[in-house]
C-alpha cells in the first residue's frame, strides 16, 4: 500500500456544510386510485444536487441523504444504535445504515419519481427498481462511475481511498423497456467520430458554424462530410438536432459500414451455437444427461423461434467424440464418431450445422437416439470422459465453418477430465496448490485459442466429485462465459433448474466478437479493465460473446489534473455481430464534475459501484489464496477509507464511529465479502468444486446479483401486511411497495429470525422458503394449497421449483416478491425451494451464507463486533495522524491509482 502520510499540513476544515442545509420531510406515498407512474420528476425528489453542471463548486445544495455525515456507533467502544444517536428529524430524511431497512427506503424513494439521468447525480441502489429518463446521458444500470464528484487530481483521489472508477453493464433491461435507438450508418462512411481520438458522436460533441464537429473528450474539430453535415440554426443548433437520436440519448446504437467486419472480406454470419453433452457413465448415473437433453431441446426450440437465423451443432462426448450430421435432407440422424483424441479433426462439414426451422425432425431424432443409449445402452457406457479433445473439437468446428468469427459453446461435464487432450487424472484437491489461477498448460492454451477463435464457453459442471475446475472452468472465465455448478445433482432437484439456467444462457444472448473500448476526457485514462481475458490490465478486453448479464469493472488513473468545475466525459463503445449476422457499435455516455473539495467528493459517491470494483480488485488477484491476508488488506482498506472521511470531512468531535452517508452500508457488504465460500479457510482443500464456482459467481453476476449474494434480502410473510405492502405500483408491475417498513426489514442475523415464521429469502440466485414446525399452519394454507391436517410441515415439496398459484391474497403478494427479484436480476426463473431447520440437508449451509451479520463459523466477526474493531482502529489511526493530508502547495499530477492494488 501506498504511504503518502508524508504529505504535509492538514486542511482545517469547518463543520460540515450540511447543518445549514434544511431538512426535508419524507412523506409517506399514498397509493393512488389507479396505480400509474409518471416520468416527471415529482417536485419533493426533483432537487438533489448536480454535479455534472458545469457550476462554481460548492455551490451544490443537497438533499435526500446527500449530505449529512451519519452518526453511530460505538461510544467509549459500547455499541450504540443509530437511533439513539441521531435526532428524530434526521431519521426521517435519510434512509438507514442497516442494509435491510436502507434498501426498502431507497425503492420507496423511486416509487413515484423517475431517475433523470442528466439532472440526477448518484443513481439508486443497485437492488433498487427504477424508471429512468436517458436526457442524453445513459442509464446507471448500463453504465455508472464510483463518484459522480470527481476528485480534481491524484492526491485528492488518495485522500478518499476510494477507486475512480466505472462500472459498465452495457446490455441490461433498462425500466421502462426502452428500445436503444438504432442509426444506419452501413450504406455511409459510418458514425461520425473524432478525427483525433475516435470518439463517437454523442450528445456533448458541438458544432461550428464553418461545419465542424467538436470532441468533447479532446477538444479537436472534425470536419463533417455530407452524411453528417446539417445547417446550424441562430442559437447554434443543428436543424435536425430533434432527429438525431445520437445527439439525444446516452445510449444509442449504429449500423457500421463493412470496415468495421471482424474478419476482411467476409461477410458477417448470424450466431453459430455448439451444444456439447457429457455421456460419460457418471452423468448418465446422476442423470445429469438426461436433463442435458431435455435442456438441448428447449435451447433448440427457443432458437427456432427467437433466434431463426441461428444454427446450431449437436456433439456428445465420453472417450469418443460424436459428431452429428443434422442435414435436413437426411431421415434420421447420422453419428460419426471420431476416437483420434489427441489430432483432432472434423468427420463432416455439411450438415454440421443447421438451422433449426429447417431440421428440426433430425435433431430431434438424435435427441431420442441419445436418450435412448443413456438408458437402455449402460453396457457401453464409459468412464472417462475426453472433455479437453471434445472442447478443441467445438472451437476447430465453429472457428472452420464461421471463417474465425466466432460462436458459443453450451458444454456439460460430470467429471474430471480422464483421456485426451486435457487429461487431468494425476490432478488432486489439497491444500498445496495456493491459488485460483489455472495451472495446466493445456487449458491455459485452449483459453487463449477460443479467445482468438472469439468462441465463449458456458459451462454446467454437475459432479460431486473433484473436477479442478481452475483447469477446467478456465476457458469459461477468459471467454466471459457462465459456469454454473449443481453440488449432489439430483435429476428432480435439480433438472428443472439447470434446464433453466441452460436456455438463460441462450436466450440473455446479445451477439458475438466484441471489443470494448472506454474513453475519458482529457487528464484520466483507463488503468484496469478488470477482465481475466486481457490478463487484467489496460488492453482493450475482447468478449467473444456478449449477453445481458455481461458486466465489465473499469479502473481510471491520472494523468495530469482535471479543471475544477468542468465536465468529465466518459464514453464506453462496444463494436460486435449481433445474433443475426448484423455488425453494429452500442455507445454509452456519462460524465462527472471534476471537484476540489473533498467534502463534494464524498457527498457524491456511489456506494455499490465501488463495491463491485473493490471486489473485483480482490479476486483478479487471487493468485495466491492466503485468505487470512486478503481479509486483513480488506480491513485495512476500510478503515483506511472512513479514517480519511473523519480526519478530512467529518469535522465532527463526537467520539462515536462517523460514517459518510454516501458510504454507510459499505462496512457491511465488505465483511459479508470477508465470509464468502470463496474465502473459507480449509487446511485440506484449495481448489474444491464449491470455493472455484463462488469464485466465478463473482465473475459471472451482474452488480444486483452481487449486492444480494453478499447480503441477502430477508422479508417475513407472517406479519401483518399492509394493503399495499408486497404490491406493485406501477401498471407495469415494475415497482414493489414496501410501506412498513419497520415491521418487513429483517436484518440477515439468527436473532432476528422469531420461531414460527415464515420468510423469503433471495440470494442472488435462488429463493429460499423458510419457514419450521411452529410456522402458522393457515398461513401456509394460504401460501402454498396445503391442507394442515394432512400434510406435514417436513413434507412439504415445492413442484418445479416455484410457488403454486392460489387464489390467495399472501401467495399473490409472496408471488410479487419473487416477480421483483427475478426482474431486478434480469432472470426469467430463479428456484424456490424450501429452507426447514432439521428437514433440509442444505439447511445449515445456506445459513451459513445467509446470515451474514452474524460471526462465521470461521470466526469471523459479527457485524457490531466488526464495527466496534474497525472504530478502535480509526481511533489509533487518527491519534497517530496516519492518514493522507491534503496538501495545497503542490499538486501531485502523475500518480497512478495504486492504492486499490492489494
Ligand atoms: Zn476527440
Not at 182 to 203: E, F, H, M, Q, W
Amino acid at each position: 500500500m501506498e504511504n503518502l502520510t508524508s504529505s504535509v499540513s492538514s486542511l482545517a476544515l469547518g463543520d460540515s456544510e450540511s447543518s445549514k442545509i434544511p431538512l426535508s420531510t419524507s412523506k409517506k406515498y399514498k397509493r393512488p386510485n389507479r396505480a400509474y407512474h409518471t416520468f416527471e420528476s415529482s417536485g419533493s425528489g426533483g432537487a438533489t444536487s448536480l454535479p455534472q453542471l458545469e457550476s462554481p463548486a460548492g455551490i451544490h445544495p443537497t438533499k435526500l441523504g446527500g449530505s449529512q455525515p451519519q452518526l453511530f456507533g460505538a461510544s467509549n467502544e459500547n455499541f450504540v444504535s443509530q437511533e439513539a444517536a441521531l435526532s428524530m428529524q434526521d431519521q426521517q430524511r435519510i434512509t438507514s445504515h442497516y442494509v435491510s431497512t436502507q434498501r426498502l427506503e431507497d425503492q420507496q424513494q423511486y416509487l413515484k419519481r423517475s431517475f433523470l439521468t442528466s439532472q440526477d447525480s448518484v443513481p439508486p441502489l443497485a437492488t433498487t427498481q427504477f424508471y429512468c429518463v436517458d436526457q442524453g446521458s445513459s442509464d446507471p444500470r448500463q453504465m455508472c462511475l464510483t463518484m459522480y464528484n470527481i476528485p480534481k487530481n491524484e492526491q485528492l483521489r488518495s485522500a478518499t481511498k476510494l477507486p475512480m472508477g466505472a462500472v459498465l453493464q452495457p446490455f441490461t433491461d433498462s425500466t421502462p423497456n426502452a428500445i436503444v435507438d438504432l442509426i444506419d450508418t452501413s450504406t455511409t462512411n459510418g458514425p461520425l467520430r473524432c478525427r483525433r481520438c475516435k470518439a463517437y458522436v454523442n450528445p456533448a460533441f458541438s458544432f461550428t458554424f464553418d461545419s465542424n464537429a467538436v470532441c468533447n473528450f479532446c477538444q479537436i474539430s472534425t470536419p463533417l462530410d455530407e452524411n453528417h453535415y446539417a445547417p446550424l440554426n441562430p442559437n447554434g443548433l443543428r436543424s435536425d438536432f430533434d432527429q438525431r437520436p445520437d445527439l439525444l440519448k446516452g445510449t444509442v446504437e449504429f449500423r457500421v459500414p463493412e470496415k468495421y467486419n471482424p474478419v476482411k472480406g467476409i461477410p458477417n454470419v448470424p450466431l453459430h451455437y455448439v451444444f456439447l453433452i457429457d455421456i460419460s457413465t457418471l452423468a448418465n448415473e446422476n442423470k445429469s444427461s438426461l436433463a442435458t437433453i431435455e435442456g438441448v431441446r428447449t435451447c433448440i426450440e427457443y432458437i427456432c423461434t427467437n433466434q431463426p437465423n441461428c444454427k446450431i451443432a449437436i456433439i456428445a462426448y465420453d472417450k469418443h467424440i460424436r459428431f452429428f450430421n443434422l442435414r435436413p435432407e437426411l431421415m434420421q440422424a447420422q453419428e460419426y464418431i471420431v476416437s483420434e483424441l489427441h489430432d483432432v479433426f472434423l468427420p463432416i462439414y455439411n450438415g454440421l450445422f443447421v438451422t433449426p426451422a429447417d431440421s428440426m425432425h433430425v435433431i430431434q431424432d438424435t435427441l431420442c437416439k441419445l436418450t435412448a443409449y443413456i438408458e437402455d445402452g449402460k453396457f457401453s457406457h464409459c468412464f472417462e470422459a475426453c472433455y479437453g479433445s471434445a472442447l478443441d473439437a467445438a472451437r476447430i468446428a465453429l472457428d472452420t465453418v464461421t471463417a474465425g468469427q466466432g460462436g458459443k459453446i453450451i458444454a456439460t461435464l460430470s467429471t474430471k477430465p480422464t483421456i485426451g487432450v486435457g487429461n487431468l487424472s494425476v490432478k488432486t484437491d489439497n491444500a498445496l496448490k495456493k491459488t485460483l489461477n489455472c495451472d495446466n498448460d493445456f487449458y491455459k492454451k485452449i483459453g487463449k485459442e477460443l479467445l482468438n477463435s472469439s468462441v465463449s464457453v458456458d459451462l454446467f459442471c454437475t459432479s460431486s466429485a473433484f473436477v479442478d475446475m481452475t483447469s477446467v472452468g478456465h476457458p469459461t472465465l477468459v471467454s466471459s462465459g457462465y459456469l454454473k455448478y449443481y453440488p449432489n445433482f439430483h435429476i428432480d432437484k435439480d433438472e428443472f433448474t439447470l434446464v433453466n439456467d441452460m436456455l438463460h444462457s441462450v436466450s440473455n444472448c446479445i451477439g458475438y466478437n466484441a471489443q470494448l473500448k472506454v474513453r475519458c476526457s482529457a487528464g484520466l485514462s483507463i488503468y484496469n479493465y478488470y477482465s481475466a481475458s486481457n490478463g487484467y490490465s489496460d488492453r482493450e478486453p475482447r468478449i467473444p460473446v456478449l449477453h445481458k448479464d455481461f458486466t465489465m469493472n473499469v479502473l481510471f488513473k491520472y494523468t495530469e489534473q482535471l479543471p475544477v468545475s468542468k465536465n468529465i466525459h466518459f464514453q464506453a463503445a462496444l463494436l460486435y455481430t449481433d445474433i443475426d449476422g448484423v455488425r453494429k457499435v452500442r455507445t454509452l455516455n456519462v460524465s462527472g464534475a471534476a471537484n476540489d473539495s473533498i467534502h463534494e467528493v464524498f457527498k457524491f459517491v456511489n456506494q455499490d459501484a465501488v463495491v463491485s470494483i473493490i471486489i473485483q480488485d480482490v479476486i483478479s488477484t487471487l493468485g495466491n489464496c492466503n485468505f487470512v491476508n486478503i481479509r486483513k488488506l480488506i480491513d485495512d482498506k476500510l478503515s483506511d477509507i472512513l479514517t480519511q472521511y473523519r480526519a478530512l470531512v467529518s469535522g465532527s468531535s463526537s467520539s462515536q464511529l462517523v460514517l459518510p452517508d454516501s458510504l454507510k452500508t459499505l462496512p457491511a457488504y465488505l465483511l459479508a465479502f470477508e465470509k464468502t465460500e470463496m474465502m473459507k479457510n480449509n487446511n485440506k482443500s484449495t481448489q474444491g468444486n464449491s470455493r472455484v464456482s463462488d469464485f466465478f459467481l463473482y465473475h459471472n453476476f451482474n452488480i444486483t446479483q452481487i449486492m444480494f449474494k453478499l447480503y441477502p434480502q430477508i422479508l417475513p410473510l407472517h406479519e401483518l401486511l399492509g394493503e399495499t405492502d408486497f404490491m406493485f405500483y406501477d401498471e407495469n408491475d415494475e415497482l414493489l411497495q414496501t410501506d412498513s417498513v419497520s415491521n418487513l426489514s429483517v436484518r440477515a442475523t439468527r436473532s432476528a429470525l422469531i420461531d414460527g415464521g415464515c420468510y423469503l429469502i433471495f440470494d442472488g440466485q435462488t429463493v429460499y422458503l423458510w419457514f419450521n414446525e411452529n410456522t402458522n399452519q393457515f398461513l401456509l394454507r394460504d401460501l402454498l394449497g396445503v391442507e394442515p391436517d394432512t400434510t406435514k410441515f417436513d413434507a412439504i415439496t415445492l413442484f418445479g421449483g416455484s410457488l403454486p398459484e392460489a387464489d390467495t391474497e399472501i401467495n399473490m403478494k409472496a408471488r410479487n416478491l419473487i416477480k421483483n427479484w427475478r426482474q431486478l436480476v434480469g432472470r426469467s426463473y430463479v428456484p424456490v425451494i424450501p429452507l426447514r431447520p432439521h428437514v433440509d440437508s442444505y439447511y445449515a449451509h445456506v445459513m451459513g451464507a445467509v446470515l451474514c451479520e452474524d460471526k462465521s463459523i470461521e470466526m469471523i466477526e459479527s457485524y457490531e463486533n466488526y464495527l466496534v474493531s474497525i472504530h478502535r482502529t480509526i481511533k489509533e489511526k487518527l491519534k497517530n495522524e496516519d492518514f493522507v493530508k491534503l496538501n495545497n502547495s503542490k499538486d501531485h499530477e502523475h500518480f497512478s491509482q495504486k492504492f486499490i492494488q492489494f
